[in-house]
């Protein structure tokens, strides 16, 4: 499990550190350079001849790479460093000055354009350089490594390295990575990237950014003790590559302190306790059973996704409620799927029905009738009607979590009626702005959810009590505890991706104990979503490569082997 921490937590944590003398700087700075040297070395075979590029902040971010600069200057790497800022810590750029590294800062370096002035390790032919500043971006595109260290956990709150950076600096980051530098460019020449803590521009609680072509996409980045919060939440994920921690030794000042975020890998241990296998003695109904309330006739192919996922993750039993041509086309492609209503572990509701509206045909009235009876079952507030709909007998019933989907959040109770973490609402962007806005006093767009979807989905969980998934590229888990992020391949962003994502998290939830706690639940079934996308695409072993369009079958059909490597991964 990755877990990210807020900056101001990790700085407290550092303090009696700092106050004691030890040396935590350059703890990171060898980290840092340990990862860079080893990246060169993967990339180019030596480290010899290799030339670094040093974009350096006034900070100790900046502070950082230049002390690694100097490291890298003792393994025979060519360093530049380019102080961003036009100043830098004193004694760090003497030190790095005296290891043989040339620091300029950036008015010098887009002076040598004009004299001439050559940059070690780097052939002098830039091409067709038509100002100062092309023949600087040129040099730095020939450069092997640029270390981002401009800003770190100083980033002010709502700055951006485009929002108080001199223009200068934010047109030369715009124009070394606009475009330019993708982390998934095949062309072999390009440089790699190596983001110092964070990417420079990110928030590092929130993740957010101000100005994403200012952001360079790091192939790596080196975080130290813990990742930071925003390196796991959208939007700053997409700039972060593989994240690198480096202990530097403040381990046990963070023991008691809550991450704000959390990310599982397949490799977790935690993971076992809800992706398992059944147990000796296991029977369907200790398994878990699942009751799907998705599709109509008229939309049947969020009912056959919903239920084929849940029943390929693993539930002892899946039930379709809905009508009866729509559970044929179900039983036909999934035989095991039960069309007939009883008791269940965990409900999955709203998938693929539009909103509730007048005049809607019976069939999908009945459904939505069907979800919200769901909804009130897992609130503990079920009617007679409610009861008779899903097949339950009259009187007390158990509460089971539910999972609410598409047109099931057109029959949530109204805003008086608080909903509790057994409703699991799985919206995207656009659904999200319905909900807030519904149940907020203000209206929300779907541009500012995308613009800062960890503030809205924790906005969303305090509006309804509910637990909220929000899905994304990185989709975010809000309960009242912590926030939970996964992210999952690009692929995934097809039609019936969230009915099969619901099926999934039903059929967890509906393995699940009472105690366990939901958010962790949906989380575990967003990564096994996650791990059948990557199978069905063909990115199984190399989540870096391309792969190719999975079906949305195929992705279903992926779930079952998904479910068996997480379980082997985990457990050992
Ligand atoms: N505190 C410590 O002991 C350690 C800190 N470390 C490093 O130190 C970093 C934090 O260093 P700092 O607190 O010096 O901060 P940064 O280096 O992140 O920020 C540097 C400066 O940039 C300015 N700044 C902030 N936002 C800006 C914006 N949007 N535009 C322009 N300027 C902006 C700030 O005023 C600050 O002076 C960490 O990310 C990490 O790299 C590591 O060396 C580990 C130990
Ligand atoms: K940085």
Not at 96 to 118: E, H, I, K
Not at 246 to 251: A, C, L, V
Not at 432 to 455: N, T
Not at 468 to 488: C, F, M, N, Y
Request: hydrophobic share 45%; glycine share 12%; net charge negative.
């Amino acid at each position: 499990m990755i877990e990210g921490y807020l900056a101001a937590d990790v700085r407290e944590a550092e303090r009696p550190y700092l106050d004691a003398g030890v040396p935590l700087m350059e703890r990171a700075a060898f980290g840092l350079a340990m990862v860079a040297l080893r990246e060169l070395r993967q990339r180019r075979g030596t480290t010899a001849g290799a030339h670094a590029v040093i974009l350096a902040g006034k900070g100790n971010n900046g502070a950082d790479a230049m002390l690694a600069g100097i490291h890298l200057r003792r393994r025979g790497v060519a360093v530049t460093a380019l102080l961003v800022h036009e100043s830098g810590v004193e004694s760090t750029v003497t030190a790095l000055r005296n290891a043989g590294a040339r620091v300029l800062s950036l008015s010098q370096a887009l002076a040598d354009c004009t004299t001439g002035m050559p940059w070690p390790g780097i052939a002098d032919e830039v091409g067709d350089s038509h100002t100062p500043l092309d023949w600087l971006v040129g040099r730095i595109h020939m450069s092997d490594l640029i270390v981002d260290g401009i800003l770190g956990t100083g980033t002010r709150p709502g700055g951006s390295s485009g929002a108080g950076m001199p223009d200068e600096l934010a047109e030369l980051l715009m124009r070394i990575g606009g475009g330019w530098l993708p982390r998934r460019s095949v062309e072999e020449r390009r440089p790699l990237v190596i983001a110092v803590d964070l990417p420079s521009g990110i928030d590092p609680d929130t993740g957010t950014v101000v100005d994403r072509n200012t952001v360079l996409f790091a192939d790596v980045t080196v975080t130290f003790q813990c990742s930071k919060a925003g390196l796991l939440l959208a939007p700053a994920a997409e700039f972060v590559g593989r994240i690198e921690v480096i202990d530097i030794g403040i381990g046990e000042a963070l023991h008691g302190v809550a991450p704000a975020v959390a990310r599982f890998e397949p490799a977790d241990e935690r993971l076992r306790v809800y992706v398992k296998a059944p147990g000796w003695g296991d029977h369907k109904y200790t398994r878990g059973v699942v009751g799907v309330v998705a599709g109509s006739s008229q939309y049947p192919g969020a009912g056959l996704m919903a239920t084929a996922s849940a029943v390929r993750a693993g539930a002892g039993m899946a039930r379709y409620l809905g009508p009866a041509n729509v559970a044929e086309l179900i039983v036909s492609q999934s035989p095991e799927v039960v069309h007939a209503p009883g008791r269940v572990q965990a409900y999955v509701v709203g998938s693929g029905l539009p909103s509730r509206d007048e005049g809607q045909p019976a069939d999908i009235g009945e459904q939505l009738d069907r979800a919200a009876a769901a909804i009130e079952v897992a609130l503990g507030i079920p009617t007679e009607d409610g009861l008779s709909l899903l097949g339950l007998p009259e009187g007390p019933a158990r509460k089971v979590p539910v999972v609410v989907d598409a047109g099931g959040f057109s029959v949530l109770p109204d805003a008086r009626v608080r909903l509790t973490s057994d409703v699991v609402l799985t919206p995207h962007a656009g659904e999200l702005a319905g909900l807030v806005s519904s149940f907020g006093p203000d209206e929300v767009s779907r541009e500012q959810i995308e613009a800062e979807p960890a503030k809205y989905a924790r906005l969303a969980h305090d509006l309804t009590g509910a637990t909220v998934v929000l899905k994304g590229p990185v989709t975010v888990i809000a309960d009242e505890h912590r926030l939970w992020s996964q992210t999952g391949p690009s692929w995934l962003a097809r039609a019936g991706s969230g009915d099969i994502l619901a099926g999934i998290i039903g059929s967890l939830l509906a393995q699940s104990d009472d105690r366990q706690s939901r958010a962790e639940i949906a989380a575990a079934g967003v990564l096994v979503h996650a791990t059948a996308a990557r199978i069905a695409s063909g990115q199984r072993d190399d989540p870096a490569a391309v792969g190719r369009p999975p079906t949305a079958q195929a992705i279903i059909d992926a779930v079952p082997y998904a479910i068996g490597r997480i379980i082997a991964a985990s457990s050992s």
